[in-house]
């Protein structure tokens, strides 16, 4: 939701190209597009180190003061220096008030499944149709006591009020199995199990 804690000041740039982004960087700040609803693209900085806490938050609403005119924007894409994981530049979409965008919501499993087996996310995240300014941070889904074979499916979530699932409602997000590792520990004492019964049939039989 768009409050007090997003607003940035952002600044018009009509510099371009690696040298100037590099300059951009050097300043402690961030260069970003602003596109969406016919507009013209916008090119700003913006500052690094209050963007990067925002951008913790999957799905960040930024309220840009570009010279004294607001603007809300979404943030559509983070591009990072795979090495350094630095922000290199962001794509900003034009977003109003009451209107609906499709997103990516993160999934968040909570509880511990039925002992003996872990939760298995496949999907890392369920694409919602919500309020722009009313993004959830993350669905939960609660795995309490659930057995092996379990299975999770995009209808399966509850949604906050106002958001619709914009995926295949059969989808599968979670799985709840048994370890590889636990399961072949379990293969393995049968297989003694049943070799030290073999074992023991044979010393009787030869007994007898």
């Known amino acids: 939701m768009a409050d007090e804690s997003n607003k940035v000041v952002a600044e018009v740039r009509d510099s371009f190209g690696k040298g100037a982004a590099r300059k951009i960087r050097a300043a402690g700040k961030i260069p970003a597009v602003i596109y969406g609803h016919g507009t013209d693209p916008v090119h700003v900085t913006v500052p690094a180190h209050q963007v990067g806490l925002l951008l913790r938050k999957a799905n960040a609403v930024l309220d840009l003061d570009i010279d004294g005119t607001s603007q809300l924007t979404l943030v559509k894409d983070v591009q990072k220096d795979p090495v350094l994981q630095i922000i290199e530049h962001l794509d900003l979409i034009v977003i109003r008030r009451g ?39 993350r669905i939960v889904i609660d795995v309490t006591d659930a057995e092996e074979g379990t299975q999770y499916h995009a209808k399966d979530f509850a949604l906050p009020s106002g958001a619709v699932l914009a995926e295949d409602e059969e989808l599968l997000i979670l799985n709840i199995v048994v370890p590889a590792a636990a399961r072949s520990d379990e293969e393995e004492a049968a297989e003694e199990a049943a070799a030290e019964e073999a074992a023991e049939t044979a010393a009787a039989e030869s007994a007898e």
């Open 99 to 137: 209107e609906k965008v499709q997103v990516e919501v993160p999934v968040h499993v909570e509880g511990e499944p039925f002992s003996g087996t872990i939760a298995v996310l496949d999907i890392p995240t369920i694409k919602l149709e919500v309020e722009a300014t009313h993004i959830p941070e």
